[in-house]
């Protein structure tokens, strides 16, 4: 059965660069044809999808944070990361990670999802 | 960006009745449309896919119709378990956007 997991700091500064990890068992990144995906959701509020990436390295991003988030994967750990720099009170979140259902399509329904992490930018 | 619409925000239903929740898109998105449950605390857990297509699990009470811009979720008979928060999401244009939600609660 597939699962994911976040993992990464619960609390950042503002500025400072919010780095997270996904971490895939149950099946491999790099054997499956399947994009995956950053997902977040601020408190009491609705969902937002990053990014994407295929086990190859193809990104996609959403225009309204691509200046500041690079999404990249690594297949020798199973794992693919975020990193969102220059964060504010508004990247305060919790930040899902998941993975596109469709075959090689980086626009698809997600499933399964990891559990999420909170992540709090105070200062 | 496409957006999507979910009406109402809150639902009041009695255990056993019918819940009708609605998605409207602001253009077409042909049948490329997802419906998600959320608990408090939990992930999102996929529904429906391909605007009528159950995921694997999910009871047959749950049913999704529409094409182009006008979706509906029905929850045919409500059990305790399916007191929720429910997302859509559009998968037709990048990037994919979801609904701000339909929160149904006990009446």
């Known amino acids: 059965q597939l699962q994911l997991q976040e993992s990464g700091p619960g609390l950042l500064k503002p500025s400072e660069t919010l780095s997270l990890t996904c971490t895939v068992s149950?099946?491999?990144?790099?054997?499956?044809?399947?994009?995956w995906g950053w997902i977040r959701q601020p408190p009491g509020k609705g969902l937002e999808w990053i990014a994407s990436i295929y086990y190859s390295g193809i990104t996609y991003y959403n225009p309204s944070l691509k200046s500041r988030v690079v999404i990249s994967v690594d297949t020798s750990k199973n794992q693919f990361s975020l990193k969102l720099s220059s964060v504010t009170a508004a990247d305060t979140a919790v930040y899902y990670c998941a993975r596109l259902v469709n075959l090689n399509d980086p626009l698809s329904w997600f499933d399964p999802w990891g559990q999420g992490t909170l992540v709090t930018v105070s200062s | 960006e496409i957006v999507m619409t979910q009406s109402p925000a809150t639902l009041s239903v009695s255990p056993g009745e019918r819940a009708t929740l609605s998605c409207r898109a602001s253009q077409s998105v042909s049948s490329n449309l997802a419906w998600y449950q959320q608990k408090p605390g939990q992930a999102p857990r996929l529904l429906i896919y391909g605007a009528s297509t159950r995921a694997t699990g999910i009871p047959a009470r749950f049913s999704g119709s529409g094409s182009g811009a006008e979706f509906t979720l029905t929850i045919s008979s409500l059990q305790s378990e399916d007191f929720a928060v429910y997302y859509c999401?559009?998968?037709?244009?990048?990037?994919?956007?979801f609904g701000q939600g339909t929160k149904v609660e006990i009446k």
């Open positions: 149950g099946g491999s990144i790099s054997s499956s044809s399947y994009y």
């Open positions: 999401q559009q998968y037709n244009n990048w990037p994919g956007t």
